[in-house]
């Protein structure tokens, strides 16, 4: 029977009926705030495509940290500028390097904090490739031991996660191998393990200074266009041993997102990354669209698909408004 015995409409009658029997409930519990950091003392500079974001050196980063952490955020991922970029990236796995020396102070300052770093040469390379060139490739197993070292060196530091990026095959096993063997067994590996080849990195080019100086991507990223073989690279990784997966981008790919929230038992997350960003805050810059709405709908629907963890750059927003709500 339907309607006139079923009436859907009765429980959107009001507020508190909708909030009663709504399915999803967006939560600061599982954001994740990305950040910059560079080199220098007092340096914060914004990032033109992304309104809100900067390029911040070690002290500035933390005071933004420390309103992360009050905001009731739990966790920062960290992307680095080195000083001098090298073909081998050297600056990606030194002790000395931008992004270890901000995960010390993030855990001195705020040890509630948890830090995830993302592991990937890319930011590091004089080529801005995500591993080292051999003729005119991208080759993997070389990489492989780079990005172990890169890792090693963040949980000397003190990172509770690692979050390799790079999209090399066989790095979560080299990555837990050499965590295990060096006495780091509890730190998590986060695996972005299906990342495609997208056009809304973008923005994030720009912040992190990584754009590849020939070629592109599409060696070793996902191709846009394939969602069974995201389901194969997901359960490769957790083979290798990646605690959580995650896909990237977020709201291109909410098909991906759902697809491995069905097949797998594992924490997933998704990554709403600079494009996306972007493109909402320029919408809402010339007043086109209501930010604030537009951004909950995202996360909801984001947390929807199946994602429980969120990296999103309009995480310290989402947490003032979800504290109002
Ligand atoms: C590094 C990396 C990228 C992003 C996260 N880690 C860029 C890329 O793969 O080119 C993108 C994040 C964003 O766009 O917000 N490999």
């Known amino acids: ?38 080199p220098g003392r007092g340096v914060r500079a914004e990032v033109s495509s992304m309104p809100g974001i900067a390029q911040q050196s070690v002290d500035k980063l933390l005071e933004e940290a420390r309103e992360a952490a009050e905001l009731g955020i739990p966790a920062v991922i ?13 600056e990606a796995y030194i002790a000395s390097g931008v992004v270890q020396r901000a995960i010390e102070g993030i855990r001195t300052a705020r040890p509630e904090l948890l830090v995830i770093t993302d592991v990937c040469l890319c930011e590091y390379t004089s080529h801005g490739h995500c591993g080292v060139i051999e003729g005119k490739q991208v080759a ?21 996660i690692v979050a390799p990026s790079d999209m090399m095959d066989g790095r979560v ?60 690279e997901v359960a490769r990784d957790l083979e290798e041993g990646a605690d959580i997966i995650m896909v990237k981008p977020a709201l291109p790919y909410l098909d991906i997102v759902y697809r491995v929230r069905e097949a797998f038992d594992v924490p997933v997350a998704a990554y709403n990354v600079s494009g996306e960003y972007a493109m909402v805050k320029s919408a809402a810059q010339n007043g086109w669209i209501d930010e604030k709405r537009v951004v909950l709908e995202i996360l909801t629907s984001i947390q929807r698909a199946g994602a429980s963890i969120v990296l999103t750059y309009h995480a310290k927003d989402l947490a003032r408004w979800l504290k109002a709500c």
């Open 1 to 38: 029977m339907t309607f006139p015995t079923h009436r859907p409409r009765r429980l959107r009658r009001n507020e508190a009926i909708r909030s009663l029997v709504r399915e999803t409930r967006p939560s600061t519990s599982g954001l994740v705030y990305p950040m910059f950091v560079c």
């Open 78 to 90: 960290l992307f680095g500028l080195p000083e001098h970029k090298d073909e081998k990236g050297t």
């Open 140 to 160: 993997n197993d070389p990489t492989l031991e780079l990005l172990a070292e890169m890792a090693l060196s963040h949980a000397r530091a003190g990172a509770h």
């Open 173 to 232: 096993a080299a990555i837990r191998k050499r965590l295990d063997a060096n006495g780091f067994a509890d730190t998590a590996i986060m695996s972005y393990a299906a990342k495609y080849c997208s056009g809304f990195y973008g923005p994030f080019r720009e912040a992190a200074q990584s754009a590849p100086q020939f070629g592109d991507r599409a060696s070793y990223q996902m191709d846009p266009a394939n969602a069974r073989e995201a389901l194969k």
